[in-house]
């Protein structure tokens, strides 16, 4: 891995506790079959599989099963976890998953300040940082200080046993190319349109990158948590999006532009939006809350989250982000009752409205996890 002193190679070492190599070349790992074996470890906690479990639920073959395992032991990813009774044979050994074995790092960039975390392969944060920023201050000051700030993440143990992450997954608000890693005009900082922030941070910190929306992140992060079937998740801070999942995955659409939802337009009079419209959810829902009218912001955000109900009939509507979590009460019951009367009037059964606890850096890691355990999220 390429050393930095302002980013993150100055934090971590090169190797694993048995000298083998971990890194950017875990990203992809060696195949989709380890990745299958990655996820049945890790989904079987502490109590292990054995590797006929892994053979049945994969439909590897055992002689599959026990090349990927003896890589993954050699490589410091799968410990011994003990032994399992069997009918009629010596007791099977079973398998665990080595969540210290390696970290991703999530970042979210917002507005006016950074936060990152290190999160192990189970996902459970070990550090996390955050710093003030101001995202107009120019592409150099905000490299720098994602690169200082995700650079100052350490994991636990002694001096020199930390190891390379797997890679840095960056979450910030939209519009933004995710297979490209490029922005386009994120609202209120025309300037980054076109700027080309996976790459430069990847030459930055010496690791491969990830960048997608914030919101993105974020529903990815409750997907990989459990939260199952189709939502949305309706992130409220310093500005107003939409993370859908739908069926289980992430929707970002053809141009993975999906879930620009602060941009719809439900006032054609309204006052101006950042983005250049008139009328916007966000504008009218920011607005409110800069009057200190919160019941006013949760009816606007009913109003939208009603659309997106009617749209794409979800199964239902998760709320979060900084202004959320200032008047949880107030916004999930604003919110729920625009949706009920909704739901009165079409006859529909009513749609669940919930607060999430949803931390975007923490979604952020998860695109660089997902991919590991065979998901396609990431």
């Given at each position: 891995?390429?050393?930095?002193?302002?980013?993150?190679?100055?934090?971590?070492?090169?190797?694993?506790?048995?000298?083998?190599?971990?890194?950017?070349?875990?990203?992809?790992?060696?195949?989709?079959?380890?990745?299958?074996?990655?996820?049945?470890?890790?989904?079987?906690?502490?109590?292990?599989?054995?590797?006929?479990?892994l053979?049945?639920?994969?439909?590897?073959?055992?002689?599959?099963?026990?090349?990927?395992?003896?890589r993954?032991?050699?490589?410091?990813?799968?410990?011994?976890?003990?032994?399992?009774?069997?009918?009629?044979?010596?007791p099977?050994?079973?398998?665990?998953?080595?969540?210290?074995?390696?970290?991703?790092?999530?970042?979210?960039?917002?507005?006016?300040?950074?936060?990152?975390?290190?999160?192990?392969?189970?996902?459970?944060?070990?550090?996390?940082?955050?710093?003030?920023?101001?995202?107009?201050?120019?592409?150099e000051?905000?490299?720098?200080?994602v690169a200082?700030?995700?650079?100052?993440?350490?994991?636990?143990?002694?001096?020199?046993?930390?190891?390379?992450?797997?890679?840095?997954g960056?979450?910030?608000?939209?519009?933004?190319?995710?297979?490209?890693?490029?922005?386009?005009?994120?609202?209120?900082?025309?300037?980054?349109?076109?700027?080309?922030?996976?790459d430069?941070?990847?030459?930055?910190?010496?690791?491969?990158?990830?960048?997608?929306k914030?919101?993105?992140?974020?529903?990815?992060?409750?997907?990989?948590?459990?939260?199952?079937?189709?939502?949305?998740?309706?992130?409220?801070?310093?500005?107003?999006?939409?993370?859908l999942?739908?069926?289980?995955?992430?929707?970002?659409?053809?141009?993975?532009?999906?879930g620009?939802?602060?941009?719809?337009?439900?006032?054609?009079?309204?006052?101006?939006?950042?983005?250049?419209?008139?009328?916007?959810?966000?504008?009218?829902?920011?607005?409110?809350?800069?009057?200190?009218?919160?019941?006013?912001a949760?009816?606007?955000?009913?109003?939208?989250?009603?659309?997106?109900?009617?749209?794409l009939?979800?199964?239902?509507?998760?709320?979060?982000?900084?202004?959320?979590?200032?008047?949880?009460?107030?916004?999930?019951?604003?919110?729920?009752?625009?949706?009920?009367?909704?739901?009165?009037?079409?006859?529909?059964?009513?749609?669940?409205?919930?607060?999430?606890?949803?931390?975007?850096?923490?979604?952020?890691?998860?695109?660089?996890?997902?991919?590991?355990?065979?998901?396609?999220?990431?």
């Amino acid at each position: 891995m390429k050393r930095t002193n302002d980013g993150i190679g100055g934090a971590y070492g090169s190797h694993g506790t048995h000298g083998a190599p971990l890194g950017a070349n875990l990203l992809a790992l060696r195949s989709h079959n380890t990745a299958l074996v990655l996820d049945l470890l890790r989904t079987a906690g502490a109590e292990g599989i054995s590797r006929l479990e892994l053979a049945e639920r994969t439909g590897l073959t055992p002689q599959a099963v026990s090349k990927i395992t003896a890589r993954l032991r050699a490589d410091g990813l799968a410990a011994e976890a003990g032994h399992r009774a069997s009918t009629g044979g010596k007791p099977r050994t079973v398998l665990r998953l080595v969540p210290e074995a390696g970290h991703a790092v999530g970042v979210h960039l917002d507005r006016d300040e950074v936060r990152a975390v290190l999160v192990d392969l189970d996902g459970t944060v070990v550090d996390r940082r955050r710093a003030p920023l101001d995202l107009g201050a120019g592409e150099e000051a905000v490299l720098a200080r994602v690169a200082g700030t995700a650079g100052a993440l350490r994991t636990p143990g002694a001096a020199g046993t930390d190891r390379p992450p797997l890679g840095v997954g960056v979450a910030l608000p939209g519009p933004l190319d995710h297979e490209r890693g490029v922005l386009h005009r994120v609202t209120g900082f025309p300037e980054w349109d076109g700027f080309p922030l996976r790459d430069a941070l990847a030459r930055r910190l010496g690791v491969p990158v990830v960048v997608d929306k914030d919101t993105n992140a974020a529903a990815l992060g409750l997907a990989v948590g459990g939260e199952g079937g189709s939502f949305a998740y309706l992130h409220l801070g310093t500005g107003l999006g939409a993370g859908l999942v739908i069926g289980g995955s992430v929707h970002r659409g053809a141009r993975t532009g999906a879930g620009e939802f602060g941009h719809q337009v439900i006032q054609l009079d309204g006052p101006r939006c950042g983005c250049g419209d008139r009328g916007c959810v966000e504008a009218l829902c920011l607005g409110a809350v800069g009057r200190g009218e919160t019941e006013e912001a949760a009816r606007v955000l009913g109003a939208g989250a009603a659309n997106l109900v009617g749209l794409l009939d979800i199964d239902r509507v998760l709320l979060g982000g900084r202004t959320i979590e200032g008047d949880p009460e107030v916004f999930a019951r604003g919110v729920r009752a625009v949706l009920d009367a909704r739901a009165r009037r079409t006859g529909d059964a009513a749609v669940p409205v919930r607060v999430v606890g949803g931390e975007v850096a923490e979604g952020a890691a998860q695109l660089v996890l997902a991919p590991v355990f065979g998901r396609g999220d990431g």
